[in-house]
């Protein structure tokens, strides 16, 4: 979405800046003449000129004004950014040259004579100069951007998180959702930066179509692997709802990212052409003609003998292996079932033990459905260098999400678009997520939602008396974006505050994008609208998302919005408001790694600990 700029007016005609040499001479003269015997007639001289100046800022509507004022007046200089009033009185060596964005933003009611300006030249300016500092005077305090209503210019990079090797064309989501999103309070460290950075310079070498990758597919031809290569990979499968999708996929890279692996996505045809590129000059789609060719039915790999769990279980892997004097020949691939049924052999996975082991292997096809990054955390092999690329455990998902997920140019065209027709112009935004899991009786599950907008001043309350303020003519409606598969939810509170009007006299805009009633993730249409829905709610002021809901966890997560959560806490307390942001993982391993014994992992370290909605699971804290 474009933002609409106003055009700066041209600078003033100041006076050309002398030369080094001419300079210098001025200077000589200027010295000189003070010191003769004309200080009085200069003195006067001067007097005139401050009085004549105040005059015609106390009177700038009088003709005078207008007869004498300078032929161009500027708010901002051309290429210059926004503007700071210098209240406190500056000494002259702090001031600029006269022909620099500093001096071109003049408040029009100190406006110097333009006949006066050019007949006295340099004691002109200097008068000008002393005057405008002592009165609170616009000066311009950058020279990098445009900007009339005086807000900083916003951040496309994300505090240098995204590459600067794209162009605009391309992808709009990428240098556009900068400026919809909430400003961001979470940095990415130096670290991760650079190991960003890193990371894409990898992905070019490594990535499909290269040498390196196809000398790497040889070893799946050959069925056999004789260990890592210079190029190792890691293959990401999908499972379940884009929300499920979107989790494991920044899960997938912070793994490959941690042990210098190569991220591959298999792209059905149920996301193809959902999100850009995040990686420039390469892509991270698996191409279609990856040897592995059963990888098109997933479903298959619960059963495949490279099971990383299965081979654990009858004890075909060790991390005693001798590779090198080749007494032991790997399998071609290891499949990792990182899926929430899988059990206590899989979850090994977890373990530093078997990390050790995975670096072996050059390929590694995983298939996820859950958030798994807080258990990376477990992991001493990991401790360290997690530590240096977050400066806050609990904006993990929030950076890598914003650097990973950029929706295609015809998801963001829905994206605009509906922003544009109903969200733009609102005051407030608030974003409801609504996922219901089983059946639920609907008028007292509504109910309940209501009661906690209501509780949480998140809406306002009702006028069932007619006695309520009237609505302001003009003022900006508050928008309540509702995502859902059915559309009883927006249809109720819709006709709430059409019906009625609100205590505080404010204007309430109800919306619901789409109601697809069923989930229907097979289909591209389906999930390039719940991609959409997902960027919409993230675009929100506040947020109430429903417990388990990985759909709301990506909305949160990309917002940077801690949500109010559909849990209730006590009979009086009908939602609370979420720690962090961050996801919960869902099903995390139950038990210690080396004595194998059943533990707590939610009270191992300070910084892990249950989530609000779903005890069971453990997220990230600070």
Not at 28 to 38: I, R, S
Not at 181 to 210: D, F, I, M, V
Not at 341 to 358: G, S, V
Not at 414 to 422: C, D, E, F, N
Request: charged letters at 20%; glycine letters at 6%; aromatic letters at 12%.
């Amino acid at each position: 979405m474009e933002m609409t700029k106003q055009k700066g007016m041209p600078p003033p005609a100041l006076a050309e800046p002398p030369g080094p040499k001419e300079q210098g001479n001025n200077g000589a003269k200027v010295h000189a003449w003070f010191g003769e015997t004309k200080t009085l007639a200069v003195l006067a001289l001067f007097t005139f000129l401050l009085l004549l100046t105040v005059l015609s800022g106390a009177h700038r509507r009088l003709s005078l004004d207008q007869v004498f004022s300078r032929p161009a007046e500027v708010s901002q200089g051309a290429g210059c950014g926004r503007v700071d009033i210098l209240r406190k009185p500056t000494v002259l060596a702090d001031l600029v040259d006269p022909v620099s964005c500093e001096t071109r933003a003049i408040k029009r009611h100190h406006r110097m004579p333009s006949i006066l300006w050019a007949r006295l030249g340099f004691l002109a300016v200097i008068a000008d100069r002393l005057f405008r500092v002592g009165h609170g005077v616009v000066f311009n305090t950058s020279c990098t951007a445009n900007s009339s209503s005086g807000e900083p210019p916003v951040d496309k990079s994300l505090g240098g998180l995204l590459s600067s090797a794209f162009d605009e064309a391309s992808c709009r989501s990428r240098f556009e959702a900068a400026r919809l999103w909430k400003p961001s309070n979470h940095t990415p460290s130096p670290y991760l930066l650079q190991k960003l950075r890193s990371y894409e310079a990898l992905h070019k070498k490594c990535g499909p179509n290269t040498e390196l990758y196809n000398k790497s597919t040889e070893q799946l031809l050959s069925n056999r692997s004789m260990g890592p290569m210079e190029c190792n990979y890691v293959v990401w499968m999908p499972s379940d709802g884009l929300g499920n999708r979107m989790i494991s996929i920044a899960s997938a890279f912070l793994y490959a990212l941690l042990n210098d692996k190569v991220l591959l996505l298999f792209l059905s045809e149920d996301m193809n052409g959902l999100f850009c590129e995040p990686f420039p000059d390469t892509t991270w789609a698996l191409p279609s003609d990856f040897p592995i060719k059963n990888i098109r039915w997933i479903w298959s790999f619960d059963k495949d003998p490279n099971r990383f769990g299965s081979m654990m279980k009858k004890k075909l892997l060790s991390n005693r292996m001798s590779i090198a004097n080749g007494s032991f020949s790997l399998p071609p691939y290891l499949y990792l079932h990182l899926i929430h049924d899988n059990d206590d052999y899989d979850k090994m996975f977890y373990c530093e033990e078997a990390q050790l082991l995975l670096q072996h292997f050059p390929w590694i096809l995983l298939r996820s459905n859950q958030y798994f990054v807080p258990s990376l955390f477990l992991v001493p092999k990991f401790e360290e260098e997690l530590r240096l690329l977050f400066n806050e455990r609990t904006a993990v998902f929030h950076l890598l999400g914003r650097y990973l997920f950029h929706p295609s140019n015809s998801v963001w065209g829905y994206i605009t678009r509906y922003y544009q027709a109903y969200l733009a112009n609102a005051k407030e935004r608030l974003g409801m997520q609504i996922r219901i899991f089983g059946d639920v009786d609907f008028n007292s599950h509504s109910g309940y939602i209501i009661g906690c907008a209501l509780t949480r001043k998140l809406l306002p309350g009702l006028d069932t008396k007619g006695s309520a303020l009237p609505n302001i003519t003009g003022a900006k409606p508050k928008a309540v974006l509702v995502t859902s598969l059915s559309n009883g939810y927006f249809e109720r509170l819709r006709d709430m505050y059409y019906e009625h009007a609100t205590v505080t006299g404010e204007v309430i805009g109800v919306y619901q994008p789409s109601h697809e009633e069923r989930q229907h993730t097979e289909k591209l249409n389906h999930n390039m609208k719940a991609l959409a829905e997902i960027y919409l709610l993230s675009f929100s002021d506040s947020l109430v998302t429903s417990p388990f809901s990985t759909f709301g966890y990506v909305a949160q997560g990309l917002g940077g919005t801690r949500p109010w959560m559909l849990v209730r806490h006590d009979k009086d307390n009908l939602c609370l408001q979420s720690s962090t942001m961050e996801p919960c993982f869902h099903f995390p391993p139950s038990f210690e790694c080396k004595s194998r014994r059943k533990m707590n992992l939610g009270s191992v370290v300070p910084y892990l600990r249950h989530c609000e909605d779903f005890p069971r699971g453990i997220k990230l804290f600070n």
